[in-house]
């Protein structure tokens, strides 16, 4: 494994980057960094490189027996839920600026774990720290309500929040060190205690921010960190019986199979799912902004993102003109090494999901539709893809209807005025995460939003991130709403009080 990271690819890795990749990882289990109860391990790949760089346990289910047995303690007996929310709050943001103070490392890690292109890296870092911070600043405003009952008599009645006790979390590999802040921020911020379950391909900054977890002083047991297969140790989580609570994000099939893992003890589920969001572009919108938006909807992240706008709608009036925009855009992305400054758009994460991937762009060849963007030769290994835009589809083409996770889009022109219509096309899925409107016309654009069924919807923007909005899938896209204040109901619950007076 060393003598990869010293080859001249990893020359531009910072020193404490490469010691940390090159380390023997181990898990974090009651405050203490331990092997797999098997001894087992499994290979971390570059997929910039097709290669190795690191092995991580194999934690199974004993692992995450220990782990959960380790979060019941802390979260029964510890000090963590019995803290002074205000010093919950300190530590969260101690934590932030550690992040921060650790982002280039941490970024670098993502570059070589997922294949981020560098600067991409660093400004979803900068985000995390945000999403911390405004989590923090919750702890001390979870407050509930007295409440006037009318039973016959004098009464003091109210309600109080608390925290729902022991929580899972099992994270996608496409933004590692975001989705484990998304998961993590608010849990800690009410009090619960932790396992987190980070995605097979993408374990690295999980473990490294276990470690900045520990630097900020957080008790042991509070956060439990177990690397492993979503098969083994990911659904031994979703069925244990002493979890009370499992946030899942990822596909929809496993988040189905997640749903059933819980029934056993029907611990709360929270579920962030695909989605093939369509993104709307009307003939009077600004067309310098809404075309390179439009590219960026689908290519971003090489098309691994929940939201990404993998249906796009113009009118007809602009549709040669925007999707050829967007073609050219695709064409002239840098697709290359995350640690390459010239990157802008990384490969996909695994050799799987290249080849799932290919298969699509082929399938829609096959069924008919017509393929733009260059064709690319790429001197690597890596699990590199080339944008695709497709024209020409049909409604019940494969790739119209099922998710990608590609830089693969489908362009459809569209050509009344129809909002009804129109609304009907975009919620013409099983998804519902989010939509893009691109338009002038405020009106139009706030009657579409209400009409289309998804939990997200920008107008002139694609998908804004920012903490303080909640984010969600109607329909197969999912359970509950992640981020804003609306992320407090999925790790706490109510509980109300009445008080005779009499
Ligand atoms: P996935 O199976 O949904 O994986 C997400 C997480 O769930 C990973 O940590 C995974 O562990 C774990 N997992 C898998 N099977 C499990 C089970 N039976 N019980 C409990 N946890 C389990 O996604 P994937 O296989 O990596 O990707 C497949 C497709 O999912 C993609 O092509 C894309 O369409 C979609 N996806 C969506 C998102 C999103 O943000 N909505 C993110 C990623 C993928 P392992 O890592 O060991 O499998
Ligand atoms: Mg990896």
Same mark, same amino acid.
């Given at each position: 494994?060393?003598?990869?990271?010293?080859? &001249?690819?990893?020359?531009?890795?910072?020193?404490?980057?490469?010691?940390?990749?090159?380390?023997?990882?181990?898990?974090?289990?009651?405050?203490?960094? !331990?092997?797999?109860? &098997?001894?087992?391990?499994?290979?971390?790949?570059?997929?910039?490189?097709?290669?190795?760089?690191?092995?991580?346990?194999?934690?199974?289910?004993?692992?995450?027996?220990?782990? !959960?047995?380790?979060?019941?303690?802390?979260?029964?007996?510890?000090?963590?839920?019995?803290?002074?929310?205000?010093?919950?709050?300190?530590?969260?943001?101690?934590?932030?600026?550690?992040?921060?103070?650790?982002?280039?490392?941490?970024?670098?890690?993502?570059?070589?774990?997922?294949?981020?292109?560098?600067?991409?890296?660093?400004?979803?870092?900068?985000?995390?720290?945000?999403?911390?911070?405004?989590?923090?600043?919750?702890?001390?405003?979870?407050?509930?309500?007295?409440?006037?009952? &009318?039973?016959?008599?004098?009464?003091?009645?109210?309600?109080?929040?608390?925290?729902?006790?022991?929580?899972?979390?099992i994270i996608p590999?496409n933004f590692?060190?975001?989705m484990?802040?998304w998961k993590?921020?608010?849990?800690? +911020?009410?009090?619960?205690?932790?396992?987190?379950?980070?995605?097979?391909?993408?374990?690295?900054?999980?473990?490294?921010?276990?470690?900045?977890?520990?630097?900020?002083?957080?008790?042991?047991?509070?956060?439990?960190?177990?690397?492993?297969?979503?098969? +083994?140790?990911?659904?031994?989580?979703a069925?244990?019986?002493?979890?009370?609570k499992i946030a899942f994000t990822g596909s929809t099939a496993t988040g189905k199979r997640i749903v059933e893992a819980s029934l056993?003890?029907l611990k709360k589920v929270s579920l962030e799912l695909g989605g093939k969001s369509p993104v709307f !572009?009307?003939?009077?919108?600004?067309?310098?902004?809404?075309?390179?938006?439009?590219?960026?909807a689908i290519?971003?992240?090489?098309g691994q993102v929940c939201s990404a706008g993998s249906r796009l709608y113009?009118?007809?009036?602009?549709?040669?003109?925007?999707?050829?925009?967007?073609?050219?855009?695709?064409? %002239?992305?840098? !697709?290359?090494?995350?640690?390459?400054?010239?990157?802008?758009?990384?490969?996909?994460? &695994?050799?799987?999901? %290249?080849?799932r991937?290919?298969?699509y762009?082929?399938?829609?060849?096959?069924?008919?539709?017509?393929?733009?963007?260059?064709?690319?030769?790429?001197?690597?290994?890596?699990?590199?893809?080339?944008?695709?835009?497709?024209?020409?589809t049909a409604p019940d083409m494969a790739i119209r209807r099922e998710e990608i996770f590609g830089?693969v889009v489908c362009?459809m022109?569209f050509?009344?005025?129809d909002l009804e219509g129109i609304a009907a096309e975009a919620n013409r899925t099983e998804f519902g995460l989010f939509a893009g409107i691109? +338009?002038?016309?405020?009106?139009?654009a706030h009657k579409l939003a209400r009409r289309i069924k998804a939990g997200s919807v920008s107008v002139?923007?694609h998908m804004v991130?920012?903490?303080?909005l909640p984010f969600g899938g109607y329909k197969q896209s999912g359970w509950g709403r992640e981020r804003g204040?609306e992320v407090?109901d999925l790790?706490?619950?109510?509980?109300?009080?009445?008080?005779?007076?009499?």
């Amino acid at each position: 494994m060393s003598t990869v990271l010293s080859s &001249s690819r990893y020359a531009s890795l910072g020193a404490s980057s490469a010691r940390f990749i090159g380390s023997a990882h181990r898990m974090l289990i009651d405050g203490r960094w !331990v092997e797999a109860h &098997s001894g087992k391990t499994f290979d971390v790949f570059d997929p910039g490189t097709g290669q190795v760089v690191a092995r991580v346990p194999e934690g199974g289910a004993e692992d995450i027996g220990l782990a !959960v047995r380790a979060a019941r303690r802390a979260f029964e007996t510890g000090p963590w839920p019995r803290m002074k929310p205000a010093e919950r709050t300190r530590l969260l943001m101690k934590l932030a600026d550690l992040i921060e103070a650790h982002g280039d490392e941490l970024a670098e890690i993502e570059a070589v774990d997922n294949g981020k292109p560098l600067a991409v890296a660093r400004r979803g870092i900068a985000g995390t720290a945000e999403m911390v911070r405004y989590m923090a600043g919750w702890a001390t405003k979870l407050n509930g309500e007295t409440v006037d009952v &009318s039973v016959p008599g004098e009464w003091h009645a109210y309600t109080s929040r608390e925290a729902v006790g022991v929580v899972g979390q099992i994270i996608p590999w496409n933004f590692p060190l975001s989705m484990a802040i998304w998961k993590l921020a608010p849990a800690l +911020t009410v009090g619960c205690t932790v396992v987190l379950k980070p995605a097979e391909q993408t374990p690295l900054n999980a473990l490294r921010l276990g470690h900045i977890i520990e630097e900020a002083g957080f008790p042991p047991g509070v956060v439990n960190i177990v690397t492993g297969f979503g098969a +083994t140790a990911g659904a031994a989580l979703a069925a244990h019986e002493d979890v009370d609570k499992i946030a899942f994000t990822g596909s929809t099939a496993t988040g189905k199979r997640i749903v059933e893992a819980s029934l056993g003890n029907l611990k709360k589920v929270s579920l962030e799912l695909g989605g093939k969001s369509p993104v709307f !572009v009307f003939p009077d919108a600004d067309l310098e902004r809404a075309t390179p938006a439009a590219a960026n909807a689908i290519f971003f992240n090489a098309g691994q993102v929940c939201s990404a706008g993998s249906r796009l709608y113009v009118h007809r009036k602009v549709f040669d003109r925007v999707v050829e925009g967007v073609i050219g855009h695709g064409d %002239q992305l840098a !697709v290359g090494h995350g640690l390459d400054p010239a990157s802008q758009i990384g490969p996909l994460i &695994s050799r799987q999901q %290249q080849e799932r991937v290919e298969r699509y762009v082929a399938l829609g060849e096959e069924e008919g539709a017509r393929r733009f963007g260059a064709p690319r030769v790429f001197d690597s290994d890596g699990y590199f893809v080339a944008p695709s835009v497709f024209v020409d589809t049909a409604p019940d083409m494969a790739i119209r209807r099922e998710e990608i996770f590609g830089p693969v889009v489908c362009a459809m022109p569209f050509d009344d005025d129809d909002l009804e219509g129109i609304a009907a096309e975009a919620n013409r899925t099983e998804f519902g995460l989010f939509a893009g409107i691109w +338009t002038r016309n405020l009106s139009l654009a706030h009657k579409l939003a209400r009409r289309i069924k998804a939990g997200s919807v920008s107008v002139n923007a694609h998908m804004v991130n920012e903490p303080a909005l909640p984010f969600g899938g109607y329909k197969q896209s999912g359970w509950g709403r992640e981020r804003g204040r609306e992320v407090l109901d999925l790790y706490t619950s109510v509980k109300s009080v009445a008080v005779s007076l009499d």
